[in-house]
């Protein structure tokens, strides 16, 4: 008689539905928190439904962004830290959003993951969470994908895919600017989550950094506390600006750096002049640029160097504009001013 295989099972093949369960009643409290009055369905189901009719918009435009964390999870792995990387996932989306003007109404999330960990998916949906009652935004739905073979046990991916709203009238589009326009940028204290390939190759192979010891001499945080520093969600700022100041242009400093993301704010006609003396950069910049010998240039095309969020504004507008800014806890600094004869490029000088 010929000997039977042993019998298989989705957990043998490495999928844990049990462990999926429980992580789902564990996240539901925290995506409760983000609800907003015109979500009209439950946590569970298999669509997330919103009334758009209720947002208050003559001709609402819906606008949609999605992104991810990129290599930043592979720090958070590293560090076994995992509860404000949810944060940069939500501002890598909304802060999208709000260059057209949009404000942001809901979010979906996306997390795989090597082995379902009930206590870290918990914590990845804690961050979220966190990000989207900041932004003002409603946690709707999203997928937990266990990938057995495909990722290890610890490892895990986010993305992020959010809609958000504006009146056609209101859409920022930036065919308004005109010579003379000034640009001001709004700071950013850490590296948000981009150019971490980079960052990660300067402090773990050229420096042999380890995670837990000090950034720099002299440091009070650590190589994970600084590359784990959560993204500034710029949305709520730059809605409070729009209900006093019109805003001609609006770019979000991503991959690419303020060179690869100011220019997508302009029209071809003008040119953007970008002054670095008007602001420093923080530590942390200029440390992996001295640890990794990198030339300056190379550094603005990768990080934002300090630099979150450009507006291009009217002259008149900038005292007015700083002092909401402040108002809401962050910092700006004016950064340069628009050229004309110009083809839609940046200088930065």
Same mark, same amino acid.
């Given at each position: 008689?010929?000997?039977?295989?042993?019998?298989? #099972?989705?957990?043998?093949?490495?999928?844990?539905?049990?462990?999926?369960?429980?992580?789902?009643?564990?996240?539901?409290?925290?995506?409760?928190?983000?609800?907003?009055?015109?979500?009209?369905?439950?946590?569970?189901?298999?669509?997330?439904?919103?009334?758009? /009719? &209720?947002?208050?918009?003559?001709?609402?435009?819906?606008?949609?962004? +999605?992104?991810?964390?990129?290599?930043?999870? &592979?720090?958070?792995?590293?560090?076994?830290?995992?509860? /404000?990387?949810?944060?940069?996932?939500?501002?890598?989306?909304?802060?999208?959003?709000?260059?057209?003007?949009?404000? !942001?109404?809901?979010?979906?999330?996306?997390?795989?993951?090597?082995?379902?960990? !009930?206590? &870290?998916?918990?914590?990845?949906?804690?961050?979220?969470?966190?990000?989207?009652?900041?932004?003002?935004?409603?946690?709707?739905?999203?997928?937990?994908?266990?990938?057995?073979?495909?990722?290890?046990?610890?490892?895990?991916?986010?993305?992020?895919?959010?809609?958000?709203?504006?009146?056609?009238?209101?859409?920022?589009?930036?065919?308004?600017?005109?010579?003379?326009?000034?640009?001001?940028?709004?700071?950013?204290?850490?590296?948000?989550?981009?150019?971490?390939?980079?960052?990660?190759?300067?402090?773990?192979?050229? %420096?042999?950094?380890?995670?837990?010891?000090?950034? @720099?001499?002299? %440091?009070?945080?650590?190589?994970?506390?600084?590359?784990?520093?959560?993204?500034?969600?710029?949305?709520?700022?730059?809605?409070?600006?729009?209900?006093?100041?019109?805003?001609?242009?609006?770019?979000?400093? +991503?991959?690419?750096?303020?060179?690869?993301?100011?220019?997508?704010?302009?029209?071809?006609?003008?040119?953007?002049?970008?002054?670095?003396?008007? @602001?420093?950069? !923080?530590?942390?910049? /200029?440390?992996?640029?001295?640890?990794?010998?990198?030339?300056?240039?190379?550094?603005?095309?990768?990080?934002?160097?300090?630099?979150?969020?450009?507006?291009?504004?009217?002259?008149?507008?900038?005292?007015?504009? +700083?002092?909401?800014?402040?108002?809401?806890?962050?910092? #700006? #600094?004016?950064?340069?001013?628009?050229?004309?004869?110009?083809?839609?490029?940046? &200088?930065?000088?």
């Amino acid at each position: 008689m010929a000997k039977r295989n042993k019998e298989e #099972t989705y957990e043998s093949a490495g999928v844990n539905i049990a462990a999926g369960e429980e992580a789902v009643h564990r996240i539901t409290p925290l995506i409760e928190t983000t609800l907003r009055p015109e979500v009209l369905t439950s946590i569970g189901g298999f669509g997330g439904a919103f009334d758009i /009719t &209720q947002t208050g918009r003559k001709h609402p435009v819906l606008v949609s962004s +999605t992104d991810g964390v990129g290599t930043k999870a &592979q720090v958070a792995v590293m560090a076994q830290r995992y509860d /404000t990387i949810g944060i940069d996932l939500v501002a890598m989306c909304v802060d999208d959003l709000i260059c057209v003007g949009a404000e !942001p109404l809901f979010f979906l999330d996306y997390v795989s993951v090597g082995k379902l960990i !009930p206590n &870290q998916v918990e914590l990845l949906v804690k961050g979220i969470t966190d990000g989207c009652r900041e932004a003002g935004c409603a946690l709707i739905g999203g997928e937990m994908a266990e990938h057995p073979g495909l990722m290890h046990s610890g490892d895990f991916e986010l993305v992020g895919f959010s809609v958000g709203v504006v009146d056609k009238e209101d859409m920022i589009t930036g065919k308004n600017i005109v010579p003379g326009d000034a640009i001001i940028g709004l700071h950013s204290p850490g590296l948000r989550s981009n150019g971490y390939s980079l960052a990660r190759k300067v402090f773990f192979e050229t %420096a042999k950094k380890t995670i837990d010891e000090p950034v @720099w001499d002299g %440091a009070e945080s650590t190589v994970a506390e600084e590359l784990l520093r959560p993204s500034v969600i710029y949305t709520p700022t730059i809605l409070k600006i729009l209900e006093h100041n019109p805003i001609k242009s609006i770019a979000h400093i +991503t991959g690419g750096g303020l060179p690869g993301n100011i220019n997508r704010a302009l029209p071809n006609n003008v040119d953007a002049e970008i002054f670095r003396e008007t @602001w420093k950069p !923080p530590k942390i910049f /200029t440390e992996i640029q001295s640890l990794g010998n990198i030339d300056e240039n190379e550094m603005y095309k990768v990080f934002n160097m300090g630099i979150g969020m450009v507006l291009i504004l009217d002259q008149q507008c900038v005292d007015s504009t +700083t002092e909401i800014v402040h108002s809401m806890g962050l910092s #700006t #600094t004016r950064i340069g001013t628009i050229r004309e004869n110009g083809s839609g490029s940046v &200088q930065i000088i």
